[in-house]
């Protein structure tokens, strides 16, 4: 069965530094998510790529927080410089189209930040 | 973006048929009801989606009624490995549907 691949599955990092998450959604899907949980609550939606194009960004923090899918396959998602706040999971997402409500969630970063 | 409330935890036995309730009170025409099923350290799993009525596939059953402001997700005779975090969402597209806090399952022996 065809997944979505994400890595590294966990990472360590200090506050100030750079660090980068990538994902390789299910062949085929055109739609691609990335999403934050926080311990102890519900994944939020942190951007949403259609093939290339950035559908959603509006909950992404612009000012260290970037995303990219240049050739509409894998996904990159950066966050520079890393803050205490963002230890989280980051979850990969896809989806056939951005009108399918099945998504496809890879199995996740653990960032801890310190 | 329509929100949802649904119950903060529940738990149940083995073999007991669960119902989770979710309100969604302001639903659109076009939305659809998903739900997702979590467990610790992975990530979100698709369960089921309905637009109206009922739909069944080999794993639950999703209850929604003539005025579609809420659904019922329909466990039947869960096992320990049901124990989870059920996420109910409402939208009409990926970007549309939004996760809430969810309602963490507690299958006990």
């Known amino acids: 069965e065809a997944e979505v691949a994400q890595s590294p599955r966990y990472k360590i990092t200090e506050k100030s530094q750079a660090v980068a998450f990538w994902c390789d959604p299910i062949?085929?899907?055109?739609?691609l998510y990335w999403y934050r949980q926080i311990l102890g609550q519900g994944p939020e939606l942190l951007v949403q790529?259609?093939?290339?194009?950035?559908?959603?960004d509006s909950q992404l923090p612009k000012d260290r927080f970037s995303a990219e899918r240049l050739k509409g396959v894998d996904s990159t998602l950066k966050i520079q410089p890393a803050e205490l706040g963002d230890s989280a999971m980051y979850l990969c997402?896809?989806?056939?189209?951005?009108?399918?409500?099945?998504?496809?969630f890879g199995p996740g970063t653990r960032l801890t930040v310190t | 973006l329509a929100k949802t409330t649904q119950p903060i935890s529940m738990d149940s036995y083995e073999g007991q048929e669960v119902n989770i309730t979710c309100s969604h009170n302001?639903?659109?025409?076009?939305?659809?009801i998903t739900w997702y099923q979590q467990f610790p350290s992975q990530g979100p799993r698709f369960i089921i989606q309905?637009?109206?009525t009922k739909v069944t596939n080999e794993v639950a059953s999703l209850f929604i009624p003539a005025d579609r402001k809420s659904s019922t997700l329909s466990l039947p005779r869960v096992s320990l490995s049901d124990t989870a975090v059920y996420y109910c969402?409402?939208?009409?597209?990926?970007?549309?549907?939004?996760f809430g806090a969810g309602t963490r399952l507690t299958v006990k022996p």
């Open positions: 790529f259609q093939d290339e194009s950035v559908v959603d």
């Open positions: 309905g637009y109206k």
């Open positions: 997402a896809s989806s056939l189209g951005r009108m399918s409500g099945e998504q496809y």
């Open positions: 969402l409402v939208g009409d597209s990926g970007n549309d549907m939004r």
């Open positions: 302001n639903i659109a025409t076009n939305d659809y």
């Open positions: 062949s085929g899907h055109a739609t």
